[in-house]
């Protein structure tokens, strides 16, 4: 039996990451709402082993600038630099992983990260904002880490773009998944 139609659902069905954003953004009021529930997230051990940087306004220019810094040839440059532009309001992924516990380990404290981050992505979503993860070589950047104030043992997991659909972003649609690839059922469990 399929369950009907519910807005925890609809929000997953119908989220997609934007690739234009405008202003306006969440405003800190919002943002801080939105994290303070995606921290809900499943998160053994409650650790909560993340932060996030919001930079705005004139430091998207700044951060542009130290991307610029960070590449490799002039012409990456001039591109990397216009990268923070794209949205309004962007969230840097730092995984802040706690390393004295050894209950609950790295790579599961890297999925509470991922796991905050896609469910602030659904909130947004459900609050009528577009957002899309983006990430590459500049998160291990010297020149990004120290403009970001990262600590030892801190790792940038990129950035999370928030701002608005413009009227020309194409949704897509995905294709749909036939669950019976990506679920292996024990003998036991298949049922009758």
């Keep these: 039996m399929i369950p009907p139609s519910n807005p925890v659902l609809d929000t997953v069905l119908t989220r997609r990451s934007a690739a234009r954003l405008t202003a306006p953004a969440p405003d800190r009021d919002e943002l801080e709402y939105l994290v303070q529930a995606a921290a809900t997230a499943p998160d053994h051990g409650r650790l909560r082993p993340w932060r996030l940087i919001p930079v705005t306004g004139d430091e998207r220019v700044r951060l542009g600038d130290v991307l610029g810094e960070a590449a490799a040839t002039p012409e990456q440059a001039q591109r990397a630099a216009a990268k923070p532009l794209r949205a309004p309001l962007l969230l840097s992924i730092v995984h802040c992983p706690v390393l004295d516990y050894p209950k609950v380990p790295e790579w599961e404290q ?83």
């Design 110 to 192: 890297l999925a509470a990260t991922t796991a905050v981050v896609t469910t602030l992505s659904l909130l947004l979503h459900s609050h009528g904002w577009g957002s899309i993860w983006r990430t590459g070589a500049a998160v291990e950047a010297p020149q990004v880490r120290k403009y970001l104030g990262l600590g030892d043992g801190e790792q940038l997991r990129g950035w999370l773009y928030i701002g608005t659909r413009t009227e020309t972003d194409i949704v897509r649609e995905r294709p749909t998944l036939d669950p019976r690839t990506k679920i292996s059922w024990t003998h036991a469990s298949a049922g009758p």
